[in-house]
């Protein structure tokens, strides 16, 4: 029996039924006619499954898995084909554990520092994270089982997710939370999209028919079904009629019971639970149709693989010439996360993992001269004089000081946000007690988020691990050491401190109302505007050797917004030692008569070159590398003029730059009224040919004409004349010109202006 055919045969109340899940994790079954049950799990960097107390906080046990490297980590290796290999091996981890979907990636955009999720996030940056989600879900979605991108959408806020409103306005939706999913749809096209728990402008998401139909099936071409973040329906049968097709988890009948009496008294049409159903059976039977639950699921494979990565990802924001360390010399590893990593935040991701490696213990297997002490308890805030004592001893006797730092679990975790972006006061003080002890002092952080460093000027080197996943320890051995060489960039800027942050004034809102008054100025986009110093800027990542980019070459140096511009640079490692470099491809518009960033990543590539070794990286840019969204239009739009092609290594390292002119193919239509002023007007070719006449006049009365006198005519030259024309409105012909005009030929200027 085809779908269709099974849908034919269910009953109402099955088909309401099919709309929700059977309980915490699984789809509905309806035996009578073969519908199977699928299982999903979180999520999004390996698999929480869980076999028996269930809830989607990360509470209760899970199977043991492999933790990989989070979000925070892999959007910082630019790396497409490292996360298209973590979502294949998550993906056969899956046809193992025969499920259908893993509830990931999760894509939303940081916004400020504080979100408590953002260790589960990609980026700032919509490009980049629109680029690594698609490489994610092509990777797990090869092994045959589904993704489910998540939180859509504008869910960047843990405060009040379940009722906060996101209010934002068309163009920063459009520009900036949307395009991660965008990409992901357009490119992987996941099995299903997961709604989120927040209103967006204030409707929720999950009954919000603009964006599931609207703008994620019929703009996007969006195939899958959508689903419920957990427990995310208030109202169920908007729910339905706005496209949510699947509620999780279990709503206990309740709401399947309110869609058919929706059906029933006629409120909802048969057909559009019909779909849903139709949709989510599609997808049950695309995963029953390739099931492999006998792929094998080697864990300690999976767990070399998460060290490989999480090397990739590493950013060694700051290096003055002590790393990469001696094997020979005595190393002194300092701080409580040298033995027990931070490598996972809490909540919904969090995995029970099967093993972990710590720093400490790769050292160790490594035969490295390191010795150890605590320095602090992530227990407790304040530092004791008697851990720092020891630390400061340890230090003394190495001769390289290693301290492990970044935030405790209870710092940032799902479910709710950080209130400062503060290391705690323990580590800072341990790191300073270091540093004044050893002038060789590196940081290693744990962190999902930046933090603020007011020791930085302190140290010698500062490596960023992130939330690195269960074998982070033998990934940092290795790069401290030497034996990978730090190729990671950072996905987000750190500010110098939490004020500096666009979204600072508004974040989490007033009451259920979050305003995203910054608009499309988010993370680098405001401190390049802004012109402002950072900590560490956006795309910044070090490396053992160096690189250079040259011979910038654009294909074209005018072209029409329908065409493409290919841009190619070469780039050399001009050190000592084998890297790879991230290659990135910033564009500005020059001019603009809409309020736009400076820069915007619009192309990445990362290469491996050997020492003295140049590539040629080539990128092609459409229409869209040069549009912003117009609200005139509800669409992409390319203003004409000159645009800035920028290739750096991050996005205040700019080493190259060209200009290109593109043409726009589409003239926007205006309307002009009585209150138009000349300087739109005037900007507008078409509608100076219309007013001629009528400026040759403004010219008499305002500058052309004789002055009557010699102070007259220095109280306002020509060019104030026209200066002060410039914001009068066409009505002020009435009241300005000679007596020569009237209300008609007001009229008539107007029709012919609109008629253009
Ligand atoms: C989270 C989702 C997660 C779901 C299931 C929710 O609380 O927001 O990301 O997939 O729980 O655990």
Not at 55 to 70: E, F, Q, R
Not at 268 to 278: F, G, K, R
Not at 567 to 588: P, S, W
């Amino acid at each position: 029996m085809n779908i269709k055919e099974i849908i034919s045969q269910m009953t109402l109340e099955e088909k309401a039924g099919m709309c929700s899940g059977l309980d915490f994790w699984h789809t509905k079954a309806v035996e009578r006619l073969g519908v199977e049950s699928v299982m999903v799990s979180d999520g999004p960097h390996g698999l929480r499954k869980q076999d028996q107390e269930v809830d989607h906080l990360g509470i209760n046990d899970s199977i043991k898995a492999v933790c990989m490297p989070a979000g925070c980590a892999t959007a910082a290796s630019f790396d497409r084909e490292l996360i298209g290999k973590m979502g294949e091996s998550i993906g056969s981890s899956c046809q193992h554990e025969k499920l259908c979907v893993v509830l990931g990636p999760a894509v939303n955009i940081k916004r400020s520092p504080l979100c408590g999720r953002n260790f589960e996030y990609l980026s700032e940056d919509p490009y980049l994270a629109g680029e690594m989600a698609a490489s994610y879900i092509n990777g797990v979605q090869s092994k045959n089982v589904g993704t489910s991108i998540k939180h859509f959408a504008a869910n960047n806020q843990e405060h009040r997710r379940m009722s906060s409103s996101s209010n934002a306005d068309e163009r920063t939706l459009r520009e900036i939370y949307f395009p991660a999913f965008e990409t992901a749809v357009k490119k992987a096209q996941p099995w299903t999209v997961m709604c989120s728990y927040n209103r967006i402008n204030g409707t929720y998401a999950s009954e919000n028919p603009w964006l599931l139909t609207d703008v994620l099936r019929k703009e996007w071409g969006f195939q899958g079904y959508v689903m419920s973040d957990w427990g995310a329906v208030s109202d169920r049968v908007a729910g339905v009629a706005a496209g949510l097709d699947l509620e999780m988890p279990a709503s206990g009948g309740m709401n399947d019971k309110k869609i058919v009496e929706a059906v029933r008294s006629g409120k909802l049409d048969e057909a559009v639970v019909d779909q849903a159903v139709e949709r989510i059976l599609t997808i049950n039977e695309k995963y029953f149709a390739n099931a492999k639950p006998d792929t094998p699921w080697d864990k300690e494979a999976d767990h070399l693989l998460s060290a490989k990565i999480a090397e990739q990802c590493m950013v060694l924001l700051k290096n003055e010439g002590v790393l990469p360390l001696n094997k020979a010399d005595a190393v002194a590893f300092i701080g409580e996360f040298a033995e027990k990593p931070r490598f996972q935040g809490g909540g919904s991701s969090h995995i029970n993992c099967f093993k972990t490696t710590s720093a400490l213990e790769a050292a160790k297997a490594e035969g490295l001269n390191v010795t150890y002490a605590q320095g602090y308890s992530v227990q407790q805030d304040a530092a004791t004089d008697q851990m720092i004592a020891q630390a400061v001893e340890a230090a003394k006797a190495a001769k390289v000081a290693v301290v492990f730092a970044g935030l405790p679990d209870a710092y940032e975790s799902e479910g709710y946000d950080r209130t400062h972006m503060g290391m705690p006061a323990s580590q800072n003080a341990l790191i300073e007690a270091v540093a004044a002890a050893n002038p060789n002092t590196v940081v290693v952080l744990h962190n999902g988020s930046p933090v603020e460093m007011p020791w930085i000027g302190k140290v010698k080197a500062v490596l960023e691990a992130y939330l690195g996943g269960q074998a982070v320890g033998i990934a940092t051995v290795r790069v401290l050491f030497g034996d990978a060489n730090p190729c990671g960039h950072l996905a987000e800027t750190f500010p110098i401190k939490l004020q500096d942050n666009p979204s600072y004034l508004y974040y989490g809102g007033e009451a259920d109302e979050a305003d995203y008054r910054e608009g499309v100025f988010v993370g680098y986009r405001y401190y390049d505007k802004k012109d402002m110093d950072v900590l560490f800027p956006f795309g910044h990542g070090l490396s053992y050797t160096t690189f250079a980019y040259s011979n910038l070459r654009l294909s074209s140096s005018e072209i029409t917004d329908q065409d493409t511009l290919t841009v190619t640079v070469t780039a050399t490692n001009t050190g000592k030692v084998a890297g790879k470099t991230v290659v990135q491809l910033y564009v500005g518009d020059k001019e603009s008569t809409v309020l736009r960033p400076v820069r915007e990543l619009k192309g990445f590539e990362k290469v491996e070159l050997q020492p003295g070794e140049s590539r040629d990286v080539t990128f092609v840019l459409d229409k869209r590398a040069f549009a912003y969204w117009n609200t005139q239009l509800h669409d992409w739009h390319v203003e004409t003029g000159e645009f800035a092609i920028e290739v750096g290594q991050s996005s205040r390292a700019i080493d190259v730059c060209g200009t290109v002119t593109v043409k726009s193919t589409v003239k926007l239509k205006k309307h002009y009224t009585k209150d138009s002023i000349f300087m739109d007007l005037m900007a507008d070719e078409d509608a100076v040919r219309v007013i001629k006449p009528l400026l040759d006049n403004f010219r008499k009365v305002f500058g052309g004409g004789e002055p009557s006198s010699e102070a007259a005519a220095e109280a306002v030259t020509e060019d104030m004349g026209m200066a002060m024309l410039n914001y009068m409105p066409l009505r002020g012909v009435m009241s300005f010109a000679d007596g020569n005009t009237d209300k008609s030929m007001l009229e008539d200027l107007l029709k012919a202006l609109n008629e253009l």
